[in-house]
């Protein structure tokens, strides 16, 4: 079972914005496993860029998403690279985000956006797509799969509507 290592700090939970892949001695500079990474799975820093480019070219031609790209700049460049920088660190490869920006700090840099279960969904389902479109092995995809459903779900911020 994939290992989700909680975010240092006050309130860090499971879910957390920490990394998703197994912590190994890969992580402390060695080089056990470091294939097993999620990251090298995808196939390093340029595997990661391609799911991230899908996502956002399929958020941005599905009409179905049209409110999850709404929920974003007219230009998307800031939020592929965004994205790409921080799934690198979380999926086992460099911390290019951290580098840049310092800790994530996921739930509070998405905050000022509502986001439901209807938000969650949509994205969960885009990166769904993008992860068949791009032709991920089923195993890696549900291990993926897991470890974002699981992060988009602490993303929310507002409550469901009432049945």
């Known amino acids: 079972m994939l290992h989700v290592e909680p975010a240092q700090g006050a309130g860090a ?4 914005n920490g990394p998703m892949h197994d912590t190994t001695d890969a992580d402390k500079g060695g080089d056990a496993n470091a294939e097993s990474t999620p990251y090298a799975q995808l196939g390093g820093e340029a595997g990661v860029r391609a799911l991230v480019d899908r996502f956002y070219d399929t958020m941005q031609l599905e009409a179905r998403f049209a409110e999850l790209r709404a929920m974003h700049p007219g ?3 800031g939020s592929r690279d965004k994205l790409h920088w921080f799934l690198c660190g979380w999926l086992g490869g460099p911390a290019l985000y951290e580098q840049r920006f310092g800790h994530p700090r996921l739930r509070m840099r998405h905050f000022p956006y509502a986001i439901g279960t209807r938000e969650r ?4 389902d885009c990166m769904r797509q993008a992860m068949d479109e791009s032709g991920l092995a089923a195993d890696l995809q549900a291990r993926l799969l897991a470890a974002f459903t699981g992060t988009a779900d602490w993303m929310r911020n507002q409550p469901d509507a009432p049945a």
């Open 121 to 124: 969904d949509a994205w969960i």
């Open 75 to 77: 230009d998307l460049g």
């Open 13 to 16: 939970r499971s879910g957390d």
